[in-house]
């Protein structure tokens, strides 16, 4: 893994930078480096192309020692641990597409273009952020790809689909937010009391499949 950069981030924390967008391979690079315990890691963090290393109390080990492992970590793809592939149920009707008309202006576009665009593009989870169980998703096309809203809603309900930038979202509750809606999911996405709090996983591939107000008004989760 050639090209990366690094830097530190205070006394404990160093940040590598420059390394591959896919989140399968930072994922396996950090599985790769915790095989290590010597090197003083005790925390991973990723983001696009960025992994923060947090160090122990006394420090890294070595810093360079960290960069040399990373340097020569080869990403080995495991079809035995590939996570399947998540078909997320979606509502594009007007009573859940909240930015349906600012969408078709910004895009240019007729909803139905939009719906097949979104409908076709297959996404990754890259991360979990802003609040409990919201997964952010690579891979929305370019074309959908506009600005968050001026000003955030205070309120956005539980299961919406939204996309800003370069991503696509779900808010898995209630909440105020940013980001243009497209539809609605009738799944559950986050529930403290269930076992499987997260059914989305780091690194999963989703599709999302296009449903009736009639089926999502009586959706039943298996």
């Given at each position: 893994m050639g090209g990366i950069q690094w830097r530190y981030l205070g006394e404990d924390a160093i940040e590598i930078s420059n390394i591959s967008s896919s989140i399968h391979v930072q994922l396996g690079l950090r599985d790769y480096l915790k095989g290590f315990p010597k090197l003083g890691i005790v925390s991973f963090m990723l983001t696009d192309k960025t992994l923060t290393l947090v160090s122990e109390k006394y420090g890294f080990m070595s810093v360079s020692h960290i960069i040399d492992r990373v340097a020569a970590y080869q990403h080995?793809?495991?079809?035995?641990?590939?996570?399947?592939?998540?078909?997320?149920?979606?509502?594009?009707?007007?009573?859940?597409?909240?930015?349906?008309?600012?969408?078709?202006?910004?895009?240019?576009?007729?909803y139905e273009e939009i719906i097949s665009l979104h409908l076709n593009a297959e996404y990754t989870v890259a991360m979990f952020g802003f609040m409990p169980g919201f997964p952010y998703l690579n891979g929305l096309p370019l074309s959908l790809s506009i600005?968050?809203?001026?000003?955030?809603?205070?309120?956005?309900?539980?299961?919406?689909?939204?996309?800003?930038?370069?991503?696509?979202?779900?808010?898995?509750?209630?909440?105020?937010?940013?980001?243009?809606?497209?539809?609605?999911?009738?799944?559950?996405?986050?529930?403290?009391?269930?076992?499987?709090?997260?059914p989305l996983k780091l690194g999963q591939r989703v599709k999302f499949q296009r449903i009736s107000k009639k089926d999502f008004d009586g959706f039943t989760p298996n």
């Open positions: 080995k793809v495991d079809e035995n641990v590939m996570l399947p592939l998540s078909i997320i149920p979606i509502c594009y009707d007007e009573a859940f597409a909240l930015d349906q008309l600012k969408l078709e202006g910004i895009c240019k576009l007729d600005p968050r809203l001026k000003s955030p809603r205070k309120i956005i309900p539980k299961g919406s689909v939204a996309i800003a930038n370069e991503m696509c979202g779900i808010y898995p509750n209630q909440t105020p937010g940013g980001w243009h809606i497209i539809g609605r999911s009738p799944l559950s996405l986050f529930d403290p009391l269930k076992d499987d709090v997260l």
